[in-house]
């Protein structure tokens, strides 16, 4: 099991790494991850770090850089100052340490929502993030997802491309999620804000190691303000799942990368309020675990909820709470070899 959690202050703290062998009972001392001290943000919920296991489960992280966290990004063409840097590292061959951070963002400004990474079991490594250049329309409707490719576990990386081509813009402070599936296969899930009101759910997918993708709309939404929000994948039983908000409701759905328009969107039961940060597990038998925040908001935290569904998508009893979510904080969960769901906060 592996386990990054953030520590300090939300403004400019740190991010360790923990690993556990006996399934989450113990782990073994935490390492730092960022080189910098501080150079960590919690703050907004979804800018902290996220992690990959690539091949030879080799750990990577990407972490939003606080405003004193060095690189610095390319300045922003308005305003010519330098933002905030998407900082990337990887855990060294003899997984004793992090390697220096480093700021993928070349061509790109503007980081605001977090960004992500995904790995494959062949050495690909990508990182993603939503962001602008120079020329690009204003606000959010000129916003667009930007990806960095490695081909050699993350030594280098490709300038940031453009992912896709659509201008349906991104929303400009939630986050956004990549995975690479078993196959190689790459997806991304992120929040559009086309004309500022349109903050629909798309999918996108990269058959040809992130040099290309395809896009689909998952699901609406009208909305004239930024909500937040973040998503999850997970993948067992040969297929990749997918969550997400959408009104004040969690969603998940199975994805086939060769039809996603064909994704069915499933939701826990109960009325939509304010659940937000859904975490997706999935397990060998095609079971499902959906862990979603209910309450929480700027700078206010909230409690903890939970949903078993079976294979068809059926819930498999009560969905669980729990309290104790702190301000800047979401769950995590897995599925053990046991069979047992895990959720971590």
Request: net charge neutral; glycine share 14%.
């Amino acid at each position: 099991m592996h386990l990054i959690y953030f520590k300090g202050d939300p403004k400019q703290g740190d991010v360790y790494y923990a690993r556990s062998v006996d399934g989450g009972t113990t782990f073994q001392a935490p390492i730092r991850v960022n080189s910098q001290a501080g150079s960590a943000i919690a703050i907004g919920t979804i800018r902290g770090p996220q992690m990959a296991l690539g091949k030879a489960d080799r750990v990577y992280v990407v972490w939003n850089g606080s405003a004193i966290a060095e690189p610095k990004s390319p300045p922003n063409a308005v305003t010519g100052q330098p933002g905030s840097p998407m900082l990337f590292t990887r855990l060294n061959d003899e997984g004793t340490e992090f390697e220096p951070q480093r700021n993928l963002m070349q061509r790109t400004y503007g980081l605001d929502g977090g960004g992500s990474v995904a790995a494959d079991r062949f050495g690909r490594v990508y990182v993603g993030w939503h962001g602008k250049t120079k020329g690009d329309a204003e606000g959010e409707a000129g916003r667009a997802v930007w990806i960095a490719r490695s081909d050699d576990e993350g030594k280098t990386f490709t300038p940031e491309a453009r992912a896709w081509n659509e201008p349906v813009g991104a929303c400009g402070c939630c986050g956004m999620r990549l995975f690479a599936d078993r196959n190689g296969t790459v997806y991304a899930l992120f929040r559009s804000a086309t004309k500022n009101v349109h903050r629909d759910i798309y999918l996108l997918v990269s058959k040809d190691h992130g040099k290309s993708f395809r896009g689909t709309l998952l699901q609406r939404w009208e909305i004239n303000a930024c909500p937040m929000s973040s998503m999850s994948f997970a993948e067992e039983a040969g297929s990749v799942v997918a969550a997400w908000e959408t009104q004040g409701q969690v969603f998940y759905a199975r994805i086939d990368p060769d039809r996603p328009e064909n994704a069915q969107p499933v939701a826990p039961p109960g009325p939509a309020g304010n659940r937000k940060h859904p975490i997706v597990a999935a397990g060998l038998k095609g079971e499902v675990v959906l862990v979603w925040a209910e309450g929480t908001g700027w700078q206010r935290g909230g409690s903890l909820s939970w949903q078993v569904f079976d294979e068809r998508g059926g819930p498999l009893g009560e969905h669980g709470t729990a309290a104790g979510i702190p301000a800047w904080s979401f769950a995590s969960a897995f599925l053990s070899p046991r069979g047992t769901d895990v959720v971590i906060y």
